[in-house]
């Protein structure tokens, strides 16, 4: 299958068909002999003489190793509803508290709206983290404006980050430069070259060569 690579170092199938990618999976492990039991959940895994017992609902079957692949909990329709996390604590393993890896954020409607009037914008951004007053991790991608905060590929890769801060109880901040990889003077330089070049430009025609307008009907 020949593959492409998408910014932040993903790769795709040429055919960005998610079935090729299905497909290939299974032909390769059909190629080296594995024997896929679907439609068989498994109850429980207790360590054996020779290795380990595992409770499926077509009786028990043994193993010398054990995978333990059941993803996270972030799908239960799919069967990833953290059942695999009681499998490896059972077992012995410690599991850390778990927290979502890659979703939106919210902002509070209450005390700041302007994510609303800008929902559907989206623009290149750098976002930090700041814990306990300490930068802990600065990201550069793409930011889209929603109705309900912020969301795209740079907060869904930060709110990892931003949640495991808070669940670990520090004090958790994020804070948005507009213009990713410049400085506070940069962009003050900028604006008076920008100022000096074209004396009678109004503010927004020369914010509008960095960051998109709003849509008129949202604003
Ligand atoms: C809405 C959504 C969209 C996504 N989009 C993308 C995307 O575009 N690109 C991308 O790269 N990633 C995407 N991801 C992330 C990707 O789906 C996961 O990173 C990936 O599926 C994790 O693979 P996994 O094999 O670890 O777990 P999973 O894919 O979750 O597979 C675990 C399997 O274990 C099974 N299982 C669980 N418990 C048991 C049990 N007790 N007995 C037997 N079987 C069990 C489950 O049924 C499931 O089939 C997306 C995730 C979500 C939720």
Known sequence: ????E???GKLFPDTNKARDV???????????????????????IDRSANGFRIAINAGDITAARVVLATGGRSLPKSGSDGAGFDLARRLGHTIVPTTPGLVPLLLDGERDAMHRELSGVAHEAELTLW???????????SLLWTHFG??????????????????????????????????FDDV???WTARAAERPQASVS???????????????
Do not use: K, Y
Request: hydrophobic share 45%; glycine share 8%.
């Open 22 to 44: 299905l497909n290939a999976l299974v032909a390769e492990a059909t190629r080296a002999g594995v024997t896929i039991a679907a439609n068989s959940r498994v109850a429980g």
């Open 205 to 219: 025609t020369q914010l509008s060569m960095r960051v998109p307008a709003p849509s008129p009907t949202r604003c």
């Open 131 to 141: 814990i306990d007053d300490a930068v802990d991790i600065r990201l550069t991608g």
């Open 150 to 183: 912020i969301s795209g590929p740079l907060t869904l890769n930060m709110s990892r980050h931003w949640l495991r801060g808070v669940l670990d109880s520090h004090r958790a901040a994020l804070t948005m430069n507009f213009c990713p990889g410049l400085t």
């Open 6 to 8: 998408e910014a932040g």
């Open 1 to 4: 299958m020949r593959l492409h």
């Open 188 to 190: 003050e330089r900028w």
